[in-house]
């Protein structure tokens, strides 16, 4: 069983940065693919960004191209979502997924995080 734990939330201002983090527990937690998603208050939880096991393919929802970008080191167990520019808009609950890859596009499994409070003032 894989445990997740984010981190790196916090209050920022519109057009600043952060970078969440998400620790996997376990030794098989580098064959998985891993997803960021999002939920706002009163919203349903939605797809932000995956990243590919071996760390060579990722996807994102449009809200975050160009503006998010994830990434993996796999030795730490570990999974990052840089995210610049941010928006009022992207203020939400972070969860970080476990999960794989079905035609090109991401699936999640049953193993979530507890989740890490991004808000974006204006």
């Known amino acids: 069983q894989v445990q997740l734990v984010e981190s790196g939330g916090g209050l920022v201002q519109a057009g600043g940065s952060l970078r969440l983090s998400c620790v996997g527990s376990g030794r098989t937690f580098s064959t998985y693919d891993v997803g960021w998603f999002r939920q706002a208050p009163g919203k349903e939880r939605e797809f932000v960004a995956a990243i590919r096991r071996s760390g060579t393919g990722t996807y994102y929802a449009d809200s975050a191209r160009g503006r998010f970008t994830i990434s993996r080191d796999n030795a730490k167990n570990t999974v990052y979502l840089q995210m610049n520019s941010l928006k009022p808009a992207d203020t939400a609950v972070y969860y970080c997924?476990?999960?794989?890859?079905?035609?090109?596009?991401?699936?999640?499994?049953?193993?979530w995080g507890k989740g890490t409070l991004v808000t974006v003032s204006s």
């Open positions: 997924n476990l999960g794989g890859e079905n035609s090109g596009s991401y699936f999640s499994l049953d193993y």
